[in-house]
């Protein structure tokens, strides 16, 4: 069985700080995706950033970074310089290859000006 | 990247009606489309499995009677709410994957809120 856990229902950052969203999850697959999800208030989910399981190094996008540590199965997020754009619930999803999609339960993110 | 779009972003409807909803990948074809339930402050729960061609996969405890999924052609799948009720209010997200594992993630339709009064 697949699982993705969302330890933090709720973290807030001060605007220009750093944010470690947390993210651990299960398989038994050896070949899989992992991402981030935003959805700001208008509900539109939209990809943060990507990361395919036999990538070794982490992936960056701009600000959004992760720490991908495929033995104890864990895949945070960081984001760098917070703007209050950022401000949004998160979701963490696992897809494998039979074409299946798990998703977190989410993190809300809120961002003080 | 690729667009999905969805239509109606929101209805409002009477209880006993039946609601439709688009689910459109405007740039690339979709065999499979995914639909979504989510309430508020929630995580987004699968409903079904929308094949082109063939009839959708359900998941444990949803009423494929209650929520008729049609995916009649590779750019289009439906979801129509059947005899709604006040329970029924939601909001409903649909996804697709433009090929099998290309690029891994999935594209999100805007949603539909549906309210049945």
């Known amino acids: 069985a697949q699982t993705v856990t969302q330890s933090q229902p709720e973290m807030s950052v001060q605007e220009a700080e750093t944010v470690t969203l947390s993210c651990t999850y299960d398989?038994?697959?050896?070949?899989?995706?992992l991402f981030w999800y935003k959805q700001p208030p208008s509900r539109q989910m939209i990809l943060v950033i990507r990361q395919e399981a036999y990538k070794q190094q982490n992936a960056t996008e701009n600000r959004f970074s992760v720490n991908f540590q495929k033995a104890a199965k864990s895949f945070s997020l960081k984001i760098s310089d917070s703007q209050l754009g950022d401000a949004a619930m998160y979701f963490c999803a696992l897809s494998n290859t039979g074409n299946q999609f798990y998703f977190g339960t989410g993190t809300s993110l809120t961002v003080i000006p | 990247g690729a667009v999905v779009s969805q239509h109606p972003s929101w209805v409002i409807c009477k209880s006993g009606t039946s609601v439709k909803i688009e689910c459109r990948s405007l740039d690339f074809q979709a065999t499979t489309m995914f639909w979504y339930r989510q309430f508020p402050k929630q995580s987004l729960m699968l409903m079904a499995t929308s094949n082109e061609g063939s009839k959708a996969t359900y998941e444990q405890g949803v009423e494929k009677d209650k929520f008729l999924i049609n995916h009649a052609s590779l750019t289009l799948s439906t979801l129509t709410v059947t005899s709604a009720h006040p329970e029924d209010s939601s909001f409903y997200i649909c996804?697709?994957?433009?090929?099998?594992?290309?690029?891994?993630?999935?594209?999100f339709g805007e949603g539909s809120r549906l309210t049945v009064l």
């Open positions: 996804s697709a994957r433009p090929g099998r594992l290309s690029t891994g993630e999935l594209f």
């Open positions: 398989t038994s697959e050896s070949d899989y995706y």
